[in-house]
Nanobody
Framework: QVQLVESGGGLVQAGGSLRLSCAAS????????MGWFHQAPGKEREFVAS????????DYADSVKGRFTISRDSAKNTMYLQMTSLKPEDTAVYYC?????????????????WGQGTQVTVSS
């Protein structure tokens, strides 16, 4: 079974930057890391960004467009989320998710495997 190992979370001041990494290992079973979601206390898990199998297509939630960039290093089977101009409202647990097929959408149910989550805290 694929293992998704996340890193890069932490505490940062508003306006700062963080880069989250999601490294996939083990048998991928036809999946590849394709999406990032986050979940704040008391809220549902929300779509943040996705990237297609080829890396040629990306999608972003309106709240992060222009600030976050999703990418993948195929050779390392590692997906990244570069976060800039961070805001306190970005504070959440961020989850890496892997999916089957060529691309996945904004629905959590589109994804087959999830990372453990990494905490991102943005202070005012």
């Amino acid at each position: 079974q694929v293992q998704l190992v996340e890193s890069g979370g932490g505490l940062v001041q508003a306006g700062g930057s963080l880069r989250l990494s999601c490294a996939a290992s083990g048998r991928t079973r036809g999946t590849i890391p394709m999406g990032w979601f986050h979940q704040a206390p008391g809220k549902e898990r929300e779509f943040v960004a996705s990237i297609s199998w080829s890396g040629g297509t990306t999608d972003y939630a309106d709240s992060v467009k222009g600030r976050f960039t999703i990418s993948r290093d195929s050779a390392k089977n590692t997906m990244y989320l570069q976060m800039t101009s961070l805001k306190p409202e970005d504070t959440a647990v961020y989850y890496c998710a892997a999916a089957f097929g060529l691309a996945a959408g904004r629905r959590p149910r589109d994804y087959a495997y999830w990372g453990q989550g990494t905490q991102v805290t943005v202070s005012s």
